[in-house]
């Protein structure tokens, strides 16, 4: 079931969205603004982000979520420009459309829904937006949404300020709904339309990344109405665990480990292993114990560390089947033999390959595929054979290019 997405995108989470379907070998299109004639730059601000790889729209940040694509420019102020998407819609066969800018741009571009329906009406319309369209000109990026649904709140020291997460989760959780209800509303059409008896139904899809990070507030939101004092009840915690005692990143004599102890028998085991006896008091046994005694258990576990490295703390803790993990770089989880060899590759323009990032889980699909990808796609660097496969010719084109449509 290889389909194609059509994506009018930029920035992280819908680019992130399309890169899952193009490990699944479908076709998708980017389609992006031209090239500004001033500067030379257009499209995608994040192809002019991170490492230089020799090409200017072709910078490193941008690589990762946009291997395995194709790319056109439109512009779709112009009158011509929207006639243009609703032909490669209707020409190539468009499954999926799907777009990241501000519902009030919808209608002014020409890519809402009822519009492109119009086109094929069996078309899956999805639209990933800061709030949704109930407010059509709100703005919104990961770090701001952080901090405006509660994550930053929760995260950092007690008694610093508050903390951006270390990875742009708001983006990812949204890109990875995205997926999810394309995905469903295709298994819809298979289930309902797809008999031959009637024509699919076409779908639209709102993606609001507020309310995708208000929904992984599972751990803190639900503990609203069970409490009577709230005061402490979301005090950032740094690495503590909020519930459970004790559970913290502690120094070995050569790095970190964070250590997380789940139950009172996981603590007994913890207070009979060489360095650690001296833990065992009568009003730790318990959960509740050791939180009232949290500072001088951390102090304790801290010293009995003093003696051991990372490996050899993990290896006493591995025999004795208590969760305990080394605080890795980003380095050394490149070197995971299961993130290593489940790696996505592209060779970029200097003809090295590169290995980028493990596939989110393995299927029969993915384990029968080559994971060496096309590297992410110049700016416009497909227009001529797409807008040819349409049905334009070489004259068309050159016009469409100078009454910058194109």
């Not at 209608?107 to 492109?116: F, P, S």
């Not at 502690?250 to 009172?264: E, F, H, R, S």
């Amino acid at each position: 079931m290889k389909k194609t997405i059509l994506s009018l995108e930029q920035a992280l989470t819908l680019p992130y969205t399309t890169q899952r379907f193009a490990q699944l070998g479908w076709r998708v299109i980017r389609v992006e603004s031209p090239p500004d004639k001033k500067s030379g730059r257009g499209g995608d601000p994040n192809r002019y982000i991170g490492e230089d790889t020799g090409y200017d729209d072709l910078h490193s940040y941008y690589i990762a979520p946009n291997i395995g694509k194709e790319a056109i420019t439109l512009n779709l102020r112009k009158e011509n420009g929207q006639r243009l998407l609703k032909d490669i819609i209707a020409k190539l066969g468009v499954d999926i459309f799907m777009c990241n800018t501000l519902p009030k741009r919808y209608k002014q571009l020409g890519i809402d829904y009822e519009t492109l329906s119009a086109v094929n009406p069996g078309l899956i319309w999805c639209g990933i937006s800061a709030f949704g369209p109930d407010y059509p000109e709100a703005a919104g990026y990961d770090p701001a949404l952080q901090a405006h649904l509660g994550y930053m709140y929760l995260t950092g020291e007690p008694d610093r300020d508050p903390l951006l997460c270390g990875l742009p989760l708001i983006d990812l959780k949204a890109g990875d709904e995205a997926f999810a209800q394309v995905l469903l509303a295709l298994l819809e059409q298979q289930t309902s339309g797809g008999n031959g008896v009637a024509e699919p139904a076409g779908k639209e899809i709102h993606i609001s990344m507020a309310q995708c990070a208000a929904s992984w507030l599972i751990t803190s939101l639900p503990q609203l109405e069970f409490v009577e004092d709230q005061s402490q009840l979301f005090k950032r915690s740094g690495n503590e665990h909020r519930s459970f005692i004790p559970c913290n990143s502690y120094p070995t004599k050569d790095g970190y480990v964070y250590l997380a102890i789940g139950n009172d028998s996981q603590w007994e085991k913890l207070t009979q292993i060489k360095s650690f006896k001296h833990l065992e008091k009568p009003a730790r046994k318990t959960n509740q114990g050791r939180k009232e005694d949290k500072e001088a258990i951390y102090a304790d576990i801290r010293m009995g560390l003093q003696n051991y490295t990372t490996a050899d703390f993990i290896q006493v803790c591995s025999e004795n089947n208590l969760a305990v993990a080394p605080v890795n770089s980003i380095q050394d989880v490149a070197g995971l033999d299961f993130v290593r060899k489940n790696m996505v590759r592209t060779e970029i323009p200097s003809g090295k390959i590169r290995n980028l990032f493990p596939v989110a889980a393995r299927t029969d699909f993915l384990n029968q595929q080559d994971m060496t990808l096309k590297c992410a796609p110049r700016l416009g660097e497909h227009n001529t054979d797409i807008y040819k496969e349409i049905g334009l010719q070489d004259d068309d084109i050159l016009r469409l290019r100078n009454e910058e449509v194109i």
